[in-house]
Structures are given as C-alpha cells and as structure tokens.
C-alpha cells in the first residue's frame, strides 16, 4: 500500500485557543483556566490522550476481527504525567513532554485471557498513534 498523507490546518483565535479543521471536521484546542486558558476544549496534551484511544479503539476492533473473536466494545482509561517546568520556561533537565502514558483496556469479548494477551500484544505493535508516542518521529517546523 502507498504512503498517505493527512493534512490538519489550524489557526489561533486567542493565545491558548486553537481551531483545527482535518478534512471538514473542527476541534478546539485550549488551556483550562488554571492554566489561563478559556476552557473551551481538551488542552494538546489530553489531545494526545484522545489520539491514542481512539487509534487503540480502532485496533482493538481490526485485531479481534482477524483473530476471529467477538469483542463488543473496549473501554480505556488513560492518564499521563508531565512536569510543566520546561513548559512554562523554566530551567529544567526533564522533557517537555509526557514521562510515561498509561492505558488500561477493558474488553468486553468472548476471548480467553490467552487469546487476549495476544491480542493486546498486536494491538501495541500495530498501532500508529502509540508508534509514534515509543518512537521518534522527525517533526520539521519552518517559517513561511
């Protein structure tokens, strides 16, 4: 299969709130008021969190399907701890981003707890959104 390209375009309305638009849809992206936003929408980094359930959402269902069980639904809790110092400009040896994200899926599916290591095994390997948060992906940003 041929390499495919998604394309987002964005704009600020205020200094912590972000339009997107990614092939007619829009999202909001903002800073909750602790953190002198407006709160009209998840922040970027619960963005993350978002991205990564439902790409995992996808998976759990495409996997359960070629392994032949019936899986009903999934639920996830997801949760990601960061330290906002390097965020905020302070002086830090700490990354700027998450220093670890946890997922907890909940399947509701006729699998043994066999079948469903597996299962979780392949949907870790195979999802896009995970592969890029484990992996360095190279991020080019320019002027124009």
């Not at 699998?111 to 870790?124: N, S």
Request: negative net charge; contains cysteine.
């Amino acid at each position: 299969m041929s390499d495919i390209t998604f394309r987002v375009k964005a704009h600020s309305e205020n200094p912590t709130k972000t339009i997107a638009k990614a092939r007619g849809f829009e999202a909001i992206i903002d800073e909750p008021g602790e953190l002198n936003g407006t709160n009209d929408g998840p922040n970027p980094v619960e963005y993350t969190l978002i991205a990564l359930s439902g790409c995992l959402n996808v998976m759990c269902h495409l996997v359960a399907k070629e392994m032949n069980f019936t899986l009903r639904g999934v639920k996830m809790n997801l949760s990601g701890v960061l330290d906002p110092d390097k965020h905020f400009g302070m002086k830090t040896a700490e990354r700027a981003g998450y220093k670890r994200i946890e997922v907890e899926i909940i399947p509701d599916a006729d699998a043994d707890a066999a079948t469903l290591e597996q299962w979780l095994k392949t949907i870790e390997e195979r999802c896009p959104v995970s592969d890029n948060l484990n992996n360095p992906t190279p991020v080019l940003i320019k002027l124009k």
